[in-house]
């Protein structure tokens, strides 16, 4: 969708650009959505080796599968609330 309105401005094919960005972003997404997963469970103090976790690990690891998705999902709920395609497109013919 971003490359045709591009294409409609500028007359510049922009594919390869949006698809580089988009793997970039992607690779980004990943390794921090890893890293997070570490981060929230250490401050649960989460311990690999024990044979029972403490109640903040196990609430860290709640909080990892339904809080976490939650807040994500309402934030980008939110996010689309407000884009406006339809405005995006008439712009984009002028």
Do not use: C
Request: charged share 15%.
């Amino acid at each position: 969708m971003k490359s045709s309105i591009d294409e409609r401005r500028h007359g510049l094919r922009t594919e390869g650009l949006v698809t580089s960005a988009n793997s970039f972003g992607m690779k980004v997404g990943t390794g921090l959505g890893s890293a997070m997963v570490g981060w929230i469970l250490a401050l649960g103090k989460y311990d690999a080796a024990a044979a029972s976790q403490a109640q903040t690990a196990l609430n860290s690891m709640v909080w990892l599968q339904i809080g976490v998705p939650l807040l994500l999902s309402l934030g980008l709920a939110a996010l689309l609330a407000f884009w406006d395609m339809e405005k995006q497109m008439k712009a984009s013919e002028k």
